[in-house]
């Protein structure tokens, strides 16, 4: 039995499209958030449960032989949250579970919540759970969303490059290794997109590619603070080391590195910046 999280988000819902003939079981903190996103599921392939509920997870994870575990949402209490789901995965008996890290994931990372991600495999090693890795970089999806009203990013990138990936290539790769886990058991892919831009590339090619003014202006980091907090008075210090650490790890080429992996496991080229921007 297959089970797939995160398919009422962004990524894991693409996942759950591509897998739909092998009628996944889906896990979701609210079924009525499945409404709307396409043929409804049949019932008895929705269990609901929420990372932080281990016993609740472990129930859902019942019979479960593969589960795709799409990253909490981004909290104080993350790693908690996964340590709960994964440590549940392995109580329920799962032969392989696949997660969505991150590229730069490491202790030390830059970015950091990389440094959730870190933890999550670790917790995932200690489990001793077979399991597939899939370090996404950031994705391209959402580099152009960085522009604020004005069609301005603003940022400490400097002249670092990010070797974005299209949350289209993550949904096919994980697609691929869901169909087939045991050949990835143990596997750590690393995926990007097929170049590395630097964020005033981003905003030229946004700009060419929509028609849509869009610009990239160095910030210092003390500036990147000081504009985030005016934008976001209300945001948490986690969320404000989140935002500006996403532009000094592109700065310190955390997140320069181009990987063959999409196409390997894919067959087909990443998909471009621009084919992000037309949907494609």
């Given at each position: 039995?297959?089970?797939?999280?995160?398919?009422?988000?962004?990524?894991?819902?693409?996942?759950?499209?591509?897998?739909?003939?092998?009628?996944?079981?889906?896990?979701?903190?609210?079924?009525?958030?499945?409404?709307?996103?396409?043929?409804?599921?049949?019932?008895?392939?929705?269990?609901?449960?929420?990372?932080?509920?281990?016993?609740?997870?472990?129930?859902?994870?019942?019979?479960?032989?593969?589960?795709?575990?799409?990253?909490?949402?981004?909290?104080?209490?993350?790693?908690?949250?996964?340590?709960?789901?994964?440590?549940?995965?392995?109580?329920?008996?799962?032969a392989h579970l696949v997660y969505t890290?991150?590229?730069?994931?490491?202790?030390?990372?830059?970015?950091?919540?990389?440094?959730?991600?870190?933890?999550?495999?670790?917790?995932?090693?200690?489990?001793?759970?077979?399991?597939?890795?899939?370090?996404?970089?950031?994705?391209?999806?959402?580099?152009?969303?960085?522009?604020?009203?004005?069609?301005?990013?603003?940022?400490?990138?400097?002249?670092?490059?990010?070797a974005a990936v299209a949350r289209a290539?993550?949904?096919?790769?994980?697609?691929?290794?869901?169909?087939?886990?045991?050949?990835?058991?143990?596997?750590?892919?690393?995926?990007?997109?097929?170049?590395?831009?630097?964020?005033?590339?981003?905003?030229?090619?946004?700009?060419?590619?929509?028609?849509?003014?869009?610009?990239?202006?160095?910030?210092?980091?003390?500036?990147?603070?000081?504009?985030?907090?005016?934008?976001?008075?209300?945001?948490?210090?986690?969320?404000?080391?989140?935002?500006?650490?996403?532009?000094?790890?592109?700065?310190?080429g955390s997140c320069a590195e181009v990987?063959?992996?999409?196409?390997?496991?894919?067959?087909?080229?990443?998909?471009?910046?621009?084919?992000?921007?037309?949907?494609?």
């Amino acid at each position: 039995m297959l089970a797939l999280t995160g398919v009422t988000g962004a990524l894991g819902g693409l996942v759950a499209a591509r897998l739909a003939d092998l009628d996944p079981l889906l896990l979701v903190r609210d079924p009525s958030r499945l409404a709307g996103a396409g043929d409804p599921p049949v019932p008895d392939r929705v269990r609901t449960c929420t990372y932080a509920d281990g016993a609740a997870c472990e129930r859902a994870l019942a019979g479960v032989t593969t589960v795709l575990m799409v990253s909490a949402a981004e909290s104080p209490r993350r790693r908690e949250e996964h340590r709960s789901f994964i440590a549940a995965a392995a109580r329920a008996g799962v032969a392989h579970l696949v997660y969505t890290s991150f590229a730069g994931a490491a202790a030390d990372a830059t970015f950091t919540l990389g440094r959730d991600h870190h933890d999550a495999e670790e917790a995932i090693a200690e489990s001793g759970l077979p399991a597939t890795l899939l370090r996404d970089n950031f994705y391209a999806d959402v580099l152009p969303l960085f522009a604020d009203g004005g069609g301005v990013i603003r940022g400490p990138a400097g002249d670092g490059r990010v070797a974005a990936v299209a949350r289209a290539d993550v949904a096919d790769v994980a697609a691929v290794v869901l169909r087939d886990p045991g050949a990835h058991a143990g596997a750590a892919y690393q995926l990007t997109g097929g170049e590395a831009l630097t964020m005033a590339e981003v905003a030229t090619r946004t700009t060419a590619a929509t028609g849509r003014r869009t610009t990239y202006v160095e910030e210092t980091v003390d500036e990147a603070y000081a504009s985030r907090r005016a934008g976001w008075p209300d945001a948490a210090e986690f969320e404000l080391d989140a935002w500006v650490s996403t532009y000094t790890a592109i700065a310190d080429g955390s997140c320069a590195e181009v990987t063959d992996d999409v196409r390997r496991l894919t067959g087909h080229a990443p998909r471009s910046l621009e084919d992000v921007l037309a949907g494609r």
